[in-house]
């Protein structure tokens, strides 16, 4: 079985596709979850609580944590920790696979201009802070204990799904095509690179495969 956790948001979605490219024993988990594919398995879940993460990870060979929590510093901070270390046991005590869809934020300064696998851990904002704790937690525990991880960057993204959270389709897209001046907030001299859902959501399954 592959479990994706946090199944219902941009990437889950799409990942949930992709995945029964491998298999058709998927279990999506997420407060309210919702099947992609008619065979899809459907575990509803808080995952702030351990027991119901533990729950969730049970069976599963392969797990992808894709969830997102809301763009807030304090709940990054609080949030986070808690969950990778819950998650991280679960997978270690159940002898799955953990597929971590990760952000770039632990990687800061000069180090975003080209990032590799062996770009150090240099956050340079408090949200970035917090997801640094999240791989070092991670990369700790296949180092000590033989926890079988991957982590997957990307940059910020769109497309087919969850449009009413695409900052991109709602500041462009959807302003060019009525004619009108697109908006950003960003520094618009500042390259901000974006990927495609469905792309990102592929790679994904073929790294956990």
């Known amino acids: 079985m592959q479990t994706i956790l946090g199944s219902g948001g941009a990437i ?4 949930a596709k992709e995945l029964k490219q491998y298999t058709i024993d998927i279990r999506l988990v997420s407060r309210n979850p919702k099947k992609v594919n008619d065979t899809d398995s459907l575990h509803p879940a808080d995952l702030s609580d351990k027991s119901q993460v533990i729950k969730a990870i049970e069976g599963s060979e392969i797990s992808y944590l894709t969830l997102g929590f809301d763009y807030n510093t304090e709940i990054w901070k609080d949030k986070w920790p808690a ?9 270690i005590n159940h002898k799955t696979k953990l597929v971590f869809f990760d952000n ?3 990687i800061g300064g000069d180090n975003v201009k080209h990032i590799t696998e062996l770009s150090p851990i ?11 704790f999240v791989y070092r937690h991670i990369l700790q525990n296949v180092d000590k204990v033989k926890l079988e991880a991957i982590i997957a960057r990307s940059p910020d993204f769109f497309g087919p799904g969850k449009k009413e959270t695409s900052l991109v389709l709602n500041m462009v897209y959807d302003i060019l095509v009525k004619g ?4 950003w907030f960003c520094n618009a001299d500042v390259i901000h690179t974006m990927r495609y859902t469905t792309d990102l959501a592929k790679g994904t399954a073929l790294l956990g495969n």
């Open 12 to 15: 889950g979605t799409e990942l």
């Open 83 to 91: 969950l990778i270390k819950n998650v991280a046991e679960a997978c």
């Open 104 to 106: 770039i934020y632990a």
């Open 122 to 132: 240099s956050p340079s904002s408090k949200k970035g802070e917090g997801h640094a």
């Open 180 to 183: 009108k001046t697109a908006q």
